[in-house]
């Protein structure tokens, strides 16, 4: 009953006009603080969540979870190696490639490539690589039609087009130390490797046969691509396989290339969180400025109260009641704002740089080239939660000071 009676006359308090106009203005400003607070850290948590979404469907979907290259020039026993690795519980699949690099000429343009061989039904068992390309073109994809898919960024910057003819200028390697001519290629763009991010900007794909006989390879490959079972586990996992292998092969995985940028968004993750508390901390200790000042103003109300028989405990609760109501509104409108916005800011930002002319995030320099966004609702419930929960403490103070005014000292000012 006592509760009850609280809840009613806390959310009376917090409904009624203060007669003290700065009252009024405090508590406002505390209510807009947290849901101000509440809302830009949801939005930035689903920003990293979105970051990291991308990265494992745009990144780790389509390089090499790990690679095994030949130490000792090319891998011609490949198909043993990969049969062997294939054997290791948490390898999925393993396909072989041929590495080149390459100078990609049209015109007076050119552009340094990474020139990779790939057999197109082996790597679509270990990458994601064809969905980022048109399934025609992919199933077309062949050795001895002197083929190349282009990423997306490299067609831009060299203003070729599918069904258009380029020259690559691949380095000769002979007994010699002299330095050679190297080999012209010239190759029809048979698509365009689309994954708006950097990959885009130094990637083309041709067909392993005729990356092979490009590099004299003969036969052998320049190493085997593995996908994991567990991308965090990549590396040991890469390390435990090749302990496993004949050959004398380097060791590689995708975290010695891309791992920073999974440590990174964590980091961000976890200073996000850390903001997440000093920002609505703040914020919920206006609460307290706010409570001590309608405690003054209702000192009155009080001291009736009291003598009516209230407890120190029913007054106590009134007022903590009352900082509840101001953050338990303010954490639920800025839920609603926070997720409204992060579920609409890949559209919104990509407004915004319309209207500018400048891109936020250039897809030369940076795995995508927008922002992406995800909700998730264990951070709103987190984040409301940990609003309420700060609101809730600020409380405590005002409430206590209420509970122990003298009615009779209030009532004989009066």
């Known amino acids: 009953m006592l509760s009850s009676l609280s809840l009613l006359i806390g959310g009376r308090f917090s409904r009624a006009k203060q007669r003290n106009k700065m009252v009024s203005f405090i508590s406002l400003s505390s209510t807009l603080g947290i849901a101000v607070g509440v809302a830009v850290i949801i939005i930035g948590l689903s920003a990293m969540n979105g970051f990291e979404r991308e990265l494992n469907n745009r990144v780790l979907s389509v390089i090499s979870h790990g690679e095994f290259e030949g130490v000792r020039g090319p891998l011609t026993d490949w198909q043993s190696v990969i049969s062997q690795l294939e054997k290791h519980p948490k390898i999925d699949a393993a396909a072989p490639f041929v590495k080149l690099t390459a ?9 340094a490539l990474e020139v990779r061989g790939i057999d197109p039904s082996a790597e679509s068992r270990v990458s994601s690589l064809s969905a980022f390309i048109d399934s025609q073109v992919w199933s077309m994809f062949q050795a001895g039609n002197q083929q190349v898919i282009l990423g997306q960024g490299v067609a831009d910057l060299l203003n070729v087009d599918k069904g258009d003819y380029l020259t690559l200028m691949i380095p000769t390697n002979g007994p010699t130390t002299k330095v050679q001519a190297p080999k012209r290629v010239r190759v029809k763009v048979a698509g365009l490797l689309t994954l ?63 791992g920073f940028l999974y440590r990174d968004i964590q980091l961000v993750r976890t200073i996000m969180y850390l903001v997440m508390v000093l920002v609505i901390g703040v914020a919920s200790f206006n609460i307290v400025s706010t409570l001590m000042m309608a405690v003054k103003d209702r000192a009155g109300e009080i001291a009736i109260l009291r003598t009516m ?81 700060l609101s809730l403490m600020a409380t405590w103070y005002p409430a206590s000071r209420a509970s122990r005014l003298n009615p009779a000292a209030v009532l004989s000012a009066k």
């Open 196 to 258: 708006n991010g950097q990959i885009d900007h130094n990637l083309a794909l041709i067909p392993l046969a005729d990356a092979q006989s490009y590099a004299k390879l003969g036969q052998g490959v320049t190493g085997v691509a593995v996908k994991v079972t567990d991308v965090l586990q990549a590396t040991q996992i890469v390390r435990e396989a090749g302990n496993t292998l004949n050959d004398y092969v380097y060791l590689r995985s995708w975290q010695q290339k891309f």
């Open 103 to 111: 100078l990609a000429e049209k015109g007076t343009q050119l552009k």
């Open 309 to 389: 028989g209230a407890s120190d405990g029913l007054v106590k609760r009134i007022f903590v009641w009352q900082g509840v109501f101001s953050g338990v509104l303010g954490s639920i409108t800025g839920s609603v704002i926070g997720v409204i916005v992060a579920l609409n800011l890949t559209p919104m930002i990509s407004a915004l740089e319309q209207l500018i002319g400048h891109p936020f995030l250039s897809g030369d320099i940076y795995f995508v080239d927008f922002l992406p966004s995800q909700v998730a609702w264990v951070d709103v419930v987190l984040v409301s939660s940990t609003a309420i929960g």
